[in-house]
Nanobody, 129 residues
Framework: QVQLVESGGGLVQAGDSPRLSCAAS????????MGWFRQAPGKEREFVAA????????ICADSLKGRFTISRDNAKNTMYLQIDSLKPEDTATYYC??????????????????????WGQGTQVTVSS
């Protein structure tokens, strides 16, 4: 099974544009559809974006489109989340997730955390205004 480790979080300023990374190991990374979720204190885990095993298809939460970009580099076994123009409301723990598969589902299929089988420990992003 795949193991996931996030990095790139920390204390950042509003308006900054950090890039989060998710490094995978233990299995063939290109066999997995990947996703990013986030969870703010006292709130449910929220879908951010997902990307297909080869990177051909992506989906982003409607409310985050335009500022969040998901990508992956299968040669480096790494997925990324580029966040542009951080806002204080982006403060959360960001998690990467994986599910084995070679079928891409449209609509809001990947919005539910239950669609993913493997999770990282998360990286905290705290945005100061």
């Amino acid at each position: 099974q795949v193991q996931l480790v996030e990095s790139g979080g920390g204390l950042v300023q509003a308006g900054d544009s950090p890039r989060l990374s998710c490094a995978a190991s233990g299995d063939t990374f290109s066999d997995y559809t990947m996703g990013w979720f986030r969870q703010a204190p006292g709130k449910e885990r929220e879908f951010v974006a997902a990307i297909s095993w080869g990177g051909r298809w992506t989906i982003c939460a409607d409310s985050l489109k335009g500022r969040f970009t998901i990508s992956r580099d299968n040669a480096k076994n790494t997925m990324y989340l580029q966040i542009d123009s951080l806002k204080p409301e982006d403060t959360a723990t960001y998690y990467c997730a994986a599910v084995r598969g070679d079928t891409w589902y449209t609509g809001n299929y990947y919005y539910s955390p239950d669609r993913f089988d493997y999770w990282g420990q998360g990286t905290q992003v705290t945005v100061s205004s």
